[in-house]
């Protein structure tokens, strides 16, 4: 089959990968329907983080192919959404909502998703079939619940996003963005996106925010207070990952507010007695998106949400390299690989 | 008056100050029947915190002698308990639970309650009268309230230590003794204290605790996991303050559970990485005792709890020297003083 390999930081080709198989009962092999890069996917790309030859992709849709023996929750045929981190669903971390910490995860990250096939560990877990087969214009949204729409969900829920509630988001990304859609869909009053891009802030403003903040960092921040009577926003969803969008989500949150934080922190470092003075709430990590997934297929299947638009480049498979290209350059949101 | 100033680190003396007067109408006057010395109070002795001819104190109960004519929900002649934070429980940021950041609160340390009387600003919203003038042996407990109880309290409560949960305490110092028994309260199924003092063991059990765990740092919270299907605890509670207590505390925490911190963190860095890949709740912060005061009143006053006996050394005002000596020399865990 064809799948995408990143041989060295910038050197994305799409190569013969061996097809893969089922290797325990436990598996499913899924023929995949569409993938697509993930913002994650860059720092390696952009050599921040160690890559060698290595297989990329963790985002997915698609049929049910083969499964193995011990398979009961889904059938070949199917067809399938799963989250970025596979999961037995069933041990005492994943019942208490944290499946991206099950004790038997497999981040889907090491088999590669940017492929013809992909072979999902742990499918009963795992997978979620959808009610039937998808109309070809929901496949986009059903992919971004595999992984930024989820993570973007779990973000406002961990800042405690709600009804009386004021929402600031850090961060203007397909995770931000779609963070304000699960803001609204949570019933926040009031959504700020944190943005000084114009297609960014239309496509925030489409999923609900209410205002716009250009100023970063300090500024920022000053502004959200100004914003909330001086005391700050209760819910902040910094979805970035550096130490500024940390210090910006800190300084922008009320004494007793939430900071849902999904950014993949990179030398990130947070002062204690700052943390301590501040009382904020802080919360997150690799997003439970299985926790969220019947509940996000269900919104999608009745057409209430539309995290696809969140897709603003769609290529073949074969064009992987130009869509590495084109969010590295952000010429690209986020870019859908029809397979 | 008499009256504790530390002239410098180490060098405290009770001194004459001035007798306090009524400021604002929004004030009241107490005489202060109890107060104590706070593990906070040993960073300025130690010169951890500058310190300068400073009035010292924050914890307090006594009667009140004088009110200002705004003053409408204490009357002289009242018992009354109040937080170290004066607070005008009215603000947005009052109702929501969080008075010790009040958007007009006084840190009763800046006035120094180690003293004969005391000027307690916004008594509306600091003070809680008792329901009757106290048996003398219920002050200890009722001025613990004014702090160490309320902020284990806290803690607890941050920790969401609660029935079916496994609670873990960094500290055996008061405060992480008394968020043993606020989880005890609270419901907690299993509380571990991480405590290497048979003394302090002692007291914890009595409050509570089901298991103790000697060992410190990675070991210490080894030992947690070992003790929680490898998973780590529900909840930890970091009351001490320090780079180690906070590493122990993360890392003796199950994802998606909860850490409560109260120690005031000094010189404490941490990883954004590591956080957002250890998948906890952190919270903590000045406790904001006013929340729980009238309930925590009520506990003592019904003598279902006994906080007080954490003072393990009673001493007259006028040695208050004594008192940070032992304290620093870890020969008692908290001393009272009475006035």
């Excluded at 009963?124 to 039937?132: A, I, K, R």
């Excluded at 926003?233 to 007793?256: C, F, L, Y």
């Excluded at 209430?304 to 064009?319: R, S, Y």
């Excluded at 869509?323 to 986020?334: F, I, L, V």
Aim: with cysteine.
């Amino acid at each position: 089959m064809r799948g995408v390999i990143m041989h060295a930081p910038g050197d994305v080709r799409v190569e013969d990968r061996d097809t893969p198989t089922i290797e325990r009962p436990t598996d499913a092999i899924i023929r995949v329907t569409a993938t697509c890069i993930c913002g994650s996917d860059l720092w390696p790309y952009r050599g921040v983080e160690p890559v060698d030859h290595t297989p990329m992709g963790h985002e997915y849709v698609g049929v049910v192919s083969e499964i193995g023996a011990d398979v009961k929750n889904v059938e070949v045929g199917d067809f399938v959404v799963g989250s970025f981190v596979a999961s037995d669903n069933t041990c005492e971390i994943c019942r208490a909502g944290y499946q991206s910490r099950c004790v038997h995860n497999v981040m889907m990250g090491s088999i590669g998703t940017q492929a013809e096939y992909a072979r999902i560990p742990l499918a009963d877990g795992t997978l979620v079939p959808t009610p039937g087969t998808p109309d070809p214009d929901l496949i986009p949204s059903l992919l971004a619940a595999s992984d930024v729409l989820g993570t973007g969900w779990f973000a406002a829920v961990a800042a405690e996003a709600g009804p009386g509630k004021t929402v600031a988001v850090v961060g203007d990304g397909a995770v931000g963005l779609l963070a304000i859609l699960a803001a609204k869909q949570l019933g926040a009053e009031r959504i700020i996106a944190m943005s000084r891009h114009a297609d960014r802030q239309e496509l925030a403003r489409r999923f609900g925010a209410t205002d716009i903040v250009e100023e970063r960092g300090r500024e920022g921040a000053a502004k959200i207070k100004e914003l909330t009577n001086g005391l700050g926003a209760h819910s902040v969803v910094e979805a970035v990952g550096t130490q500024e969008s940390m210090d910006q989500a800190i300084r922008a949150t009320r004494p007793g507010g939430h900071i849902g934080f999904v950014g993949v922190a990179h030398n990130v470092s947070i002062d204690g007695l700052r943390l301590f003075f501040s009382g904020v709430h802080l919360h997150g990590g690799p997003a439970p998106v299985r926790r969220f997934l019947p509940d996000l297929i269900q919104l999608i299947w009745d057409r209430e949400i539309d995290p696809g638009v969140v897709f603003d480049l769609t290529l073949p498979l074969e064009e992987a390299a130009e869509g590495y290209r084109a969010m590295d350059e952000r010429r690209a949101t986020k870019v859908l690989l029809t397979v």
